[in-house]
């Protein structure tokens, strides 16, 4: 992975939005005066001469890693903490937030894995009631553990899971009924 200076101009603006929504507007992402959401910060981003990556910002250096690109999905180990998030245009931030509001809204939440790993613990059963932050189970995915949290109140309809499966990234979990 190689970072250049942008030659463009610096009216481009990107967009990072993290799976749970935030919402990062990146100025002329990898010039000498980075804006994020319209403040100035001082990042540099490089790679050392053994072929490491690395951001400094605020006078620390961190260590980062694209693990995975799909069309405008990322996902980014940093400082051994996988991020994942979507970089779009604002045309097409704006676009896909107008068909979501488009779309029918299900009654059901599917709960997927953010990772691939391997099962540790259901936290919650079948049936029970849960409330949206709630953890519903234990992923474990490079040595960590990582609590998946509910995104929705509801009521857990359907656990396709068990204790000890290993899983795909995005591989269906639980169902929850809103």
């Not at 970072?3 to 799976?19: L, T």
């Not at 000498?32 to 910060?41: A, L, S, V, Y």
């Not at 940093?78 to 998030?85: E, I, M, R």
């Not at 509801?154 to 929850?176: Q, W």
Request: proline share 3%; net charge positive.
């Amino acid at each position: 992975m190689r970072f250049y200076k942008s030659r463009s101009k610096p009216e481009n603006e990107y967009i990072a939005v993290s799976p749970d929504e935030h919402k990062f507007v990146i100025n002329n992402p990898f010039s000498e005066q980075t804006r994020i959401n319209g403040h100035k910060k001082e990042i540099r981003i490089y790679e050392d001469e053994d072929g490491f990556n690395y951001l400094e910002y605020k006078s620390k250096r961190y260590l980062v890693e694209i693990i995975e690109k799909i069309q405008n999905k990322y996902t980014v180990l940093l400082n051994g903490v996988s991020y994942s998030f979507t970089i779009e245009s604002p045309i097409s931030f704006t676009r896909r937030k107008y068909l979501e509001k488009q779309k029918q809204t299900s009654k059901f939440e599917i709960i997927s894995a953010p990772m691939p790993g391997k099962i540790i613990e259901l936290l919650v059963e079948e049936n029970s009631r849960i409330r949206e932050g709630d953890s519903v189970l234990i992923l474990e995915a490079m040595k960590m553990q990582n609590e998946i949290i509910a995104q929705t109140s509801g009521k857990v309809k359907k656990i396709l899971v068990k204790a000890g499966d290993n899983v795909a990234k995005e591989e269906a979990l639980m169902e929850i009924e809103k």
